[in-house]
């Protein structure tokens, strides 16, 4: 199906070529003929149709005519010479009629003006070749040269219209001036006027969609190493959630939500529901379009951000309907640079940034006070463990003390960590004509992370043309080639080395590094010789050391072939087809030295050390065709477009795992002995498929009324056979007020915009056959009279899209020229029909099935205000700002979501998940998915130094309970955004931006795990030795130091989440063009961004707990010569 | 022109759409596609009985587990082992067993039911007489989970057959089917234990004489000699003399003496299964040792993934599950008659250990290591030719005493007991002899506590408790997710 689509895509595009062979001169050489013939013969040369009176060209004299390459103006003035006739050309028809019916013109003197000139791009001032020049409404009458020169002669007072692709149309009116400097602006400088949906390009102002565009420029000057975060500067509602856990971990994949969350998680994913992020927010991932095609979140983190034109975002049902069941999340809309016409310019560019982790939110205690804290939580006291007698613990004592007193005073912190240098080498090339241009671009980047030895490095090529053979015919073809390779550190856990002890010393005599730093025997309470194990604590820098990795490697390719085919001037045909073939291996060792195998056992010495390797490999095929019309009829202004197109996904995952490796030198998989025990080969492959038509028209009478409307009808493979197509569908009004009559005397306001919309979108985010019922085949289903093949659950045909119905207003008030433009906006998104988990009578053969039952609502709004403080000359500040707000509310919820709960408490209770004391999150209906879950406190009571709960009846209590647990926060703060501030100061730019927010509350992890919980074993948070209760009166924060027991969840913990944090400085220096130009340049430009730099917030909590978080700093070398 | 491209395009695009968006999925098979060919039958057959011989039901809780426990085989030191011998249905681990059976139980019969729906609209694709086997098979393995459910969760037909016990479920939907009494539910297993038999009668490959039953090494066994796999080792399946065995102890089960003993005599009499010799179960070399009568299970669960589990609980150092030398001297009559008996002798590991009491380990489920293999595949007995003799015994004896004390004394004679009942002892002490000689046979095999259930027996512990019959010892707390989510 899909080749076959292929194949009409390109057949269309294809069909239309002949109709392109028209050209705008004329060859001619006729000795004496009919005026007829020459006319037949201009028409056959040009395409132009001859109109006139039936009898007009009767009892003509024959002509002599004698024509190279003529121009079609001059080809009909020569022709007619001398015929009494005029010419007239009206869009592609030429008008004959005799010239006593003109007698304007007859009466006044041609007067043909020779004007020269050159044209030249307006912002760089750089001169345009191959520009070019036609008379309005008429033919083509010439180009410029190589230097941007053009030489014409025309009549005064003609029109001229000079068009270059990449730029605005530029007319001007022939007077006598005859040397004429044309400044063509640039279509990019205009960019932040226009959005670009995807399908559609609408002028801002006529649009009733809610849509932010930024371009690739001002999010490289954000951040230019992480994208996801410099869209986040711009918009707030495009949340990137705090990865509290993998912090700048170049490896990791950021959690993104946008206007907040649309889906459940599966309940048998019961991890995902139970981490301790609570909700895995890849079910609420917008759609990421790289230039039409939806690509994976991967790919975008490994996008080169100097290839970015634009990006933009689209929020409402208004500005996503077109995307159907991709949209319920938002949609993210990726343009890449495409090549621009002129002589070869090549511009290079060059990045050198400097991470550095940030250890700032960790307190942990030095050698001597962690040795006395072990005293003084009894860890030396014989009466507290039976594990060893008071001799042997004094003994332990005494050693340790001996390593303090000695100095040994490691900061593990530090050991793996290190200052990342990342390097970027970027050079694009581009040229050729008005018919033909190309654009080369080649990246090398390497990005190591903080921790030792992991990086993530990124190298790729592409090529780019397109091919404009006349002006009704556009082919492009773009492809990419990445590969990226990333490294996980195996230096392990970040959060290992928090714990260490600081007395350990990390080397022996001999600078060795020791792997076995310490041991004690633990009482596990069990009965026979399992009742006293042996703990070792291992040094973690040993494993450093090993020739153990983790690696994966990616490589991609993307080829996207487009047509564009313009029927008529207001009338485009466009089809496009993509492949995204991208194959990815990981390769994981351990090598047999590893602590992991320090006490294996003894019959398997030669067992040791493991390799695993898993391959994946994914085609996507995207195609579609649109048929767009933009026509200006009047008042009425029309951009509406048709298309279809659908969407193939296919991904084949194998791996497989071994182990027994014979030393640390031979890490190829094939010197394992053996595959892993009781372990086989494993294989998964699933396919998606989406197809769909589409309406999309965007309207406006007088630019003061606007409408746009789309529908969308969609199938996906997903869904349940009865319930495979979904409509979906979208409208918004708008009304441009300060263009109104009565708005006029109103001078203040320069820009009152009113706007709303809705929309009803969907989303389908879940395992590709959740809809049948499906029979596994699993290779241990083994029985004695062959292989058997099991029912995994029931297959709901009558599953559908979840669709979300959003309603958005908003208001887009300038002020004194736009000089202040302040936008705020409010929605509601009601997602209903969630797909969740509805519990059944074991008896019916199933636990659960899928069901669309659930509502869930999103409400907020969001401000953005633009300022333009103060411009002169040489100066000028602008100021951003903007904030949003989310809030979550579960509306209605399906049985089994309820008796959920039932199993987090017992999750919750149970200390082999080790979640006694994290709060974990319930669903009930009228509350958030962000909020917290917790057992009420009224803080320690000082007469005992043991907590006061508040139980759900409103009594008192000092015993936890797990039913008393109950939301008693919310992690949505009341606002948050951002601040930014630009000053142009002649060639310098300086811009700050902040992000905060304020309102929300958050559980403090740190105080729980690593002071009430703290294992006195490992090393802990420095918090541990004061504010805690030791005698009666005492009034603490924390509990008593003696009460070892377990903290459980409670809202003593839960604290104000106020933050601002300087995200980044940005400081460039364009040189001065002369200067340059001797040496060669046409651009220089240096900058330096920082980013990360500082923070305040009102919770002190360790972030970044398995991998540290790092600030940066970054400096960029632009050059374009 | 250009409109009719394009409508002619859209066209295309379309009408191929629902094909398109038609996935079939590679690595595992939908229903629908399952089903359109005889080895898609075959499989999820097999795939069924998988399920039947997982842990969580015949290899595992439905054979070796708390029915044991509660037949007061072993004993405890861990205080909810005990608690569950104690009959404490409020233990929470007890509890989630009960429902894990429950649940699992019904799962496997949905996959009955998946085959049962369809094989006869597809009855034109089997070739021989599969179609047959597999829909009697499918037939006979809803029927016998039922009836276990049945014992579990339903009071005893002696008690009350019009309690409304549970659902008999013959669809596939995610509708539940309402509560049948503890009678209709017995007419339905009968009913459809009967249909199984008259599919099988003629055409199971076990019924002809060529068909051996042996040791899967042995010489003259042809048990692995069917050309098709599907067709070999039929003891592991449904096969005809199952069905006819599972029907007797179903009889017994509705006092239904005359239909119990005509079907225990069938599988007796046509001589299929062997009764196993002396020097196998005896034989020194461990690789050639039967340890659970082998030729004479009609019907076994082939369980090798519970060998691990079988492990833990029996022969691991401190294994969950011992019983103390008193306990299995008294069950086998030490003292008495059992000084010779085979399963006595063979069956258990004496733990010495100063200063406590010695134990006993089971052996009956060791597997050798290998290289050295055991002589038979580890399954879990579900029919033995031996409850045949003692349903015979026990149906026969109203009628004819001589007969049925002649049946029970057969299958003494090759347990190694040489002493016989006479035929003059009460019924009473009939009963008590072959609710003994059940305890012997079935240790660690869970159908102990049945009979207590059937017979309304006291259950008496080795400290000498007794516990006095009544539904709150026998009948098992339904689930409550099965309450709540009903509709």
């Given amino acids: 199906m899909v080749m076959k689509l292929t194949t009409i895509l390109l057949l269309v595009g294809a069909m239309h070529l002949s109709a392109a062979s028209f050209s705008q001169t004329v060859t001619l050489s006729r000795r004496t003929t009919s005026l007829k013939s020459v006319f037949k013969e201009i028409k056959k040369q040009t395409g132009y149709f001859f109109f006139y009176k039936g009898q007009l060209l009767q009892g003509r004299p024959d002509v002599v005519i004698e024509l190279k390459n003529a121009s079609l103006t001059e080809a009909l003035s020569a022709s007619l010479k001398g015929q009494d006739l005029s010419f007239n050309i009206v869009n592609k028809t030429i008008v004959i009629s005799n010239k006593e019916n003109l007698p304007d013109q007859n009466n006044r003197p041609i007067s043909k003006i020779e004007i020269k000139g050159v044209v030249a791009d307006k912002s760089t001032g750089e001169t345009l070749p191959g520009v070019n020049i036609s008379i309005k409404n008429g033919s083509s009458i010439g180009m410029t040269n190589d230097k941007g020169e053009f030489r014409i002669s025309v009549d005064e007072g003609t029109i001229l219209v000079f068009s270059y692709v990449g730029y605005e149309l530029f007319e001007t009116k022939v007077t006598s001036n005859k040397n004429l400097s044309i400044k063509l602006a640039s279509k990019l400088t205009q960019m932040n006027d226009v959005v670009v949906t995807g399908y559609q390009t609408i002028k801002k102002e006529n649009y009733t969609g809610n849509a932010i565009t930024l371009s690739g420029d001002e999010l490289k000057k954000n951040n230019p190493q992480n994208l996801l975060k410099s869209i986040q500067s711009f918009d707030p509602s495009f949340k990137v959630l705090d990865n509290n856990l993998f912090g700048s971990d170049p490896n990791a994949l950021p959690k993104i939500n946008v206007r907040g969350a649309t889906a459940l998680p599966s309940i048998e994913d019961t991890e995902n529901i139970l981490d301790r992020n609570n909700l895995s927010s890849n079910y609420n991932l917008p759609a990421f379009m790289l230039d039409g095609f939806e690509v994976t979140l991967q790919k975008v983190t490994d996008l080169d951000i100097n290839r970015i034109e634009s990006v933009t975002l689209l929020k409402d049902a208004a500005a996503t309907a077109v995307y159907g069941s991709r949209a319920a999340n938002g949609v993210i809309v990726i343009t890449t640079k495409a090549p621009i016409a002129g002589k070869l310019q090549l511009s290079y560019n060059y990045e050198l940034s400097v991470n550095a982790p940030d250890l700032t939110d960790y307190h942990v205690l030095n050698a001597a006070d962690k040795l006395a804290y072990e005293k003084l939580a009894g860890l030396y006291d014989g009466g507290l463990t039976t594990a060893y007698n008071q001799d042997q613990l004094d003994a332990e004592y005494f050693a340790r003390l001996k390593n303090v007193a000695s100095g040994v005073d490691t900061y593990w912190l530090s050991q793996a960590l290190r200052n990342a240098y990342r390097q970027k080498h970027s050079i694009y090339v581009q040229g050729g004509d008005q018919k033909f241009r190309y654009g080369v671009d080649l990246r090398y980047e390497t990005q190591p992370g903080v921790m030792q030895k992991s990086d993530r490095n990124r190298y790729s090529g592409g090529m780019n043309f397109t091919y404009n053979p006349s002006s009704k015919l556009l082919f492009r073809n773009e492809i990419s080639i990445t590969q990226v390779n990333g490294n996980n550190s195996p230096y392990g856990d970040f959060s290992t080395y928090v714990r260490m002890n600081p007395y350990y010393p990390k080397t022996n005599q001999n600078g060795d590094l020791i792997q076995e730093i310490a041991n004690w025997r633990v009482d596990t309470h069990q009965n026979g010789p399992d009742q006293i194990k042996t703990t070792y604590v291992f040094n973690p820098l040993f494993e450093g050391s090993l020739a153990s990795f983790d690696k994966s490697s990616n490589l991609e390719l993307i080829d996207a072939f487009s047509v564009d085919w313009k029927l008529t001037p207001s009338l485009t045909f466009k089809s496009q087809i993509s492949l995204n073939k991208s194959k990815t291996t990981g390769d994981k060792f351990v090598s047999p030295l590893s602590s992991v195998f320090y006490a294996y056992a003894s019959d398997k010495l030669n067992n040791k050390g493991s390799y695993a390797l898993s391959e994946s490999d994914r085609l996507a095929i995207d195609g579609k065709a649109t048929l767009g019309y933009n026509k200006q009829i009047g008042d009425q202004y029309f951009n509406l477009v048709l298309g279809t197109n659908v969407v193939a996904v296919r991904s084949d995952?194998?791996?497989?795992?071994?182990?027994?490796?014979?030393?640390?030198?031979?890490?190829?998989?094939?010197?394992?002995?053996?595959?892993?025990?009781?372990?086989?080969?494993?294989?998964?492959?699933?396919?998606?498929?989406?197809?769909?038509?589409?309406?999309?028209?965007?309207?406006?009478?007088?630019?003061?009324?606007?409408?746009?409307?789309?529908?969308?009808?969609?199938?996906?493979?997903?869904?349940?056979?009865?319930?495979?197509?979904?409509?979906?569908?979208?409208?918004?009004?708008?009304?441009?007020?300060?263009?109104?009559?009565?708005?006029?005397?109103?001078?203040?306001?320069?820009?009152?915009?009113?706007?709303?919309?809705?929309?009803?979108?969907?989303?389908?985010?879940?395992?590709?056959?959740?809809?049948?019922?499906?029979?596994?085949?699993?290779?241990?289903?083994?029985?004695?009279?062959?292989?058997?093949?099991?029912?995994?659950?029931?297959?709901?045909?009558?599953?559908?899209?979840?669709?979300?119905?959003?309603?958005?207003?908003?208001?887009?008030?300038?002020?004194?020229?736009?000089?202040?433009?302040?936008?705020?906006?409010?929605?509601?998104?009601?997602?209903?029909?969630?797909?969740?988990?509805?519990?059944?009578?074991?008896?019916?053969?199933?636990?659960?099935?899928?069901?669309?039952?659930?509502?869930?609502?999103?409400?907020?709004?969001?401000?953005?205000?633009?300022?333009?403080?103060?411009?002169?000359?040489?100066?000028?500040?602008?100021?951003?700002?903007?904030?949003?707000?989310?809030?979550?509310?579960?509306?209605?919820?399906?049985?089994?979501?309820?008796?959920?709960?039932?199993?987090?408490?017992?999750?919750?209770?149970?200390?082999?998940?080790?979640?006694?004391?994290?709060?974990?999150?319930?669903?009930?209906?009228?509350?958030?998915?962000?909020?917290?879950?917790?057992?009420?406190?009224?803080?320690?009571?000082?007469?005992?130094?043991?907590?006061?709960?508040?139980?759900?009846?409103?009594?008192?209590?000092?015993?936890?309970?797990?039913?008393?647990?109950?939301?008693?926060?919310?992690?949505?703060?009341?606002?948050?955004?951002?601040?930014?501030?630009?000053?142009?100061?002649?060639?310098?730019?300086?811009?700050?931006?902040?992000?905060?927010?304020?309102?929300?509350?958050?559980?403090?992890?740190?105080?729980?795990?690593?002071?009430?919980?703290?294992?006195?074993?490992?090393?802990?948070?420095?918090?541990?030795?004061?504010?805690?209760?030791?005698?009666?009166?005492?009034?603490?924060?924390?509990?008593?130091?003696?009460?070892?027991?377990?903290?459980?969840?409670?809202?003593?913990?839960?604290?104000?989440?106020?933050?601002?944090?300087?995200?980044?400085?940005?400081?460039?220096?364009?040189?001065?063009?002369?200067?340059?130009?001797?040496?060669?340049?046409?651009?220089?430009?240096?900058?330096?961004?920082?980013?990360?730099?500082?923070?305040?917030?009102?919770?002190?909590?360790?972030?970044?707990?398995?991998?540290?978080?790092?600030?940066?700093?970054?400096?960029?070398?632009?050059?374009?010569? | 022109m250009k409109k009719y491209i394009f409508i002619l395009f859209t066209l295309i695009a379309f009408s191929s759409c629902k094909k398109f968006l038609d996935i079939q999925p590679e690595s595992e098979v939908s229903k629908e596609e399952l089903f359109t060919t005889e080895e898609g039958f075959k499989e999820a057959l097999n795939g069924a009985y998988v399920g039947f011989a997982s842990t969580n039901l015949y290899g595992g809780n439905l054979t070796f587990s708390n029915l044991d426990i509660m037949a007061q085989n072993y004993q405890f030191s861990d205080g909810n082992y005990q608690r569950i011998a104690a009959f404490d249905y409020t233990l929470p681990s007890f509890v989630d067993k009960i429902n894990t059976i429950w649940t699992s139980s019904y799962k496997s019969i949905g996959n009955v039911n998946q085959i049962l729906e369809v094989i006869d609209e597809r009855k034109g694709l089997f070739r021989d007489h599969n179609y047959e086997i597999i829909k009697g098979e499918a037939l006979a393995l809803r029927a016998y989970m039922h009836f276990d459910l049945l014992r579990m969760f339903g009071t005893s037909f002696k008690n009350n057959p019009s309690f409304k016990a549970m659902p008999y479920v013959t669809t596939v939907s995610t509708k539940t089917t309402p509560y049948s009494t503890v009678s209709e539910i017995m007419d339905k297993v009968i009913a459809d234990l009967q249909q199984a038999k008259t599919l099988l009668k003629t055409i199971d490959p076990i019924i002809p004489g060529t068909y051996v039953v042996g040791y899967p090494k042995g010489e003259k066994t042809t048990e692995l000699k069917n050309g098709s796999l599907f067709l070999q080792n039929r003891r592991h399946r449904m096969n005809y003399y199952a069905v006819v065995g599972e029907l007797a102890r179903v009889y017994l089960y509705k006092s239904d003496n005359a239909n119990a003993l005509s079907s225990a005599k069938e599988v007796i009499e046509s001589l299929k299964f062997p009764w196993t010799i002396k020097e196998d179960f005896f034989n020194a070399d461990v690789a050639k040792r039967d340890r659970i009568f082998y030729n004479e299970i009609l019907f076994g669960w082939f369980i090798p993934k519970s060998q691990d589990q079988l492990i833990g609980l029996f022969s691991r150092d401190n294994p969950d599950y011992s019983a103390t030398a008193d306990q299995i001297n008294a069950i086998y009559n030490l003292g008495t008659v059992g000084a010779d008996d085979w399963r006595y002798k063979q069956w258990f590991r004496i733990v010495k250990s100063a200063g406590n009491t010695d134990r006993f380990y089971l052996q009956k489920y060791l597997v050798n290591s290998s290289p050295i293999e055991n002589l038979h595949p580890l399954v879990a007995p579900a029919l033995r030719l031996s409850e045949m003799y003692m349903i015979a015994a026990e149906a026969s004896f109203d009628t004819n005493p001589g007969v049925a004390v002649d049946y029970f004394n057969t299958l003494r004679t090759h347990r190694g007991i040489g002493a016989s009942l006479s035929a003059g002892i009460s019924k009473s002490d009939f009963i008590n002899e072959l609710e003994g000689e059940y305890r012997k046979e079935f240790y660690g095999e869970s159908q102990n506590f049945f009979m207590h259930k059937r017979l309304n027996l006291n259950i008496i512990t080795t400290t000498g408790l007794i516990y006095q019959p009544s539904d709150k010892l026998f009948v098992f707390p339904l689930p409550v997710d099965e309450q709540a989510y009903r509709n």
Avoid: C
């Avoid at chain 1, 007020?737 to 985010?765: C, D, W």
């Avoid at chain 1, 908003?810 to 998104?829: E, H, Q, T, W």
């Avoid at chain 1, 811009?991 to 992890?1005: D, E």
């Fill in chain 1, 653 to 1121: 995952d194998k791996f497989i795992e071994a182990q027994g490796f014979s030393n640390d030198r031979f890490t190829n998989i094939g010197f394992a002995r053996i595959y892993k025990e009781n372990s086989a080969p494993g294989g998964n492959v699933s396919e998606n498929r989406l197809a769909g038509a589409f309406f999309s028209g965007n309207y406006s009478f007088k630019n003061k009324y606007l409408l746009d409307a789309s529908f969308r009808y969609e199938g996906s493979s997903a869904f349940g056979s009865n319930k495979r197509f979904a409509p979906f569908w979208s409208t918004g009004i708008g009304w441009n007020m300060h263009k109104e009559p009565f708005m006029e005397n109103v001078k203040v306001v320069s820009q009152l915009r009113l706007k709303a919309s809705t929309g009803i979108v969907g989303s389908v985010s879940f395992p590709a056959y959740l809809s049948r019922s499906i029979y596994q085949y699993d290779p241990s289903n083994w029985y004695s009279t062959g292989l058997g093949a099991q029912v995994l659950g029931y297959g709901n045909s009558n599953l559908q899209w979840q669709k979300t119905k959003t309603y958005d207003v908003g208001i887009d008030l300038g002020l004194f020229k736009d000089r202040f433009v302040i936008s705020p906006r409010y929605y509601y998104k009601l997602t209903k029909g969630l797909i969740t988990d509805i519990d059944l009578s074991p008896s019916t053969g199933f636990t659960t099935y899928k069901e669309n039952l659930g509502d869930m609502a999103n409400e907020g709004y969001e401000l953005y205000l633009t300022a333009n403080a103060f411009r002169n000359k040489d100066f000028n500040i602008n100021i951003t700002g903007n904030l949003a707000h989310n809030v979550n509310t579960l509306v209605k919820l399906s049985n089994s979501l309820k008796t959920l709960n039932d199993k987090i408490d017992q999750y919750q209770t149970n200390p082999d998940k080790k979640a006694q004391s994290t709060p974990l999150l319930r669903y009930n209906e009228g509350q958030s998915l962000s909020a917290i879950y917790a057992v009420r406190s009224l803080g320690i009571d000082p007469e005992n130094g043991k907590e006061i709960f508040l139980k759900k009846d409103g009594t008192l209590s000092y015993v936890w309970d797990v039913k008393d647990i109950m939301p008693v926060a919310d992690g949505a703060p009341k606002a948050e955004g951002n601040l930014s501030a630009n000053i142009g100061f002649r060639n310098f730019m300086v811009s700050l931006s902040f992000y905060y927010r304020f309102g929300g509350y958050s559980y403090n992890q740190t105080l729980v795990d690593r002071i009430e919980n703290a294992d006195p074993r490992f090393n802990v948070d420095s918090r541990v030795l004061d504010q805690r209760w030791i005698k009666p009166g005492d009034q603490t924060f924390f509990k008593n130091i003696a009460d070892l027991s377990i903290t459980n969840v409670s809202s003593r913990f839960v604290q104000k989440d106020n933050l601002l944090e300087l995200r980044s400085i940005y400081l460039s220096y364009d040189f001065k063009r002369e200067l340059i130009k001797k040496i060669g340049f046409q651009n220089l430009r240096t900058t330096m961004t920082l980013n990360d730099i500082f923070r305040t917030s009102s919770i002190q909590m360790e972030r970044g707990t398995s991998y540290p978080f790092a600030r940066s700093l970054t400096v960029s070398l632009l050059a374009s010569f």
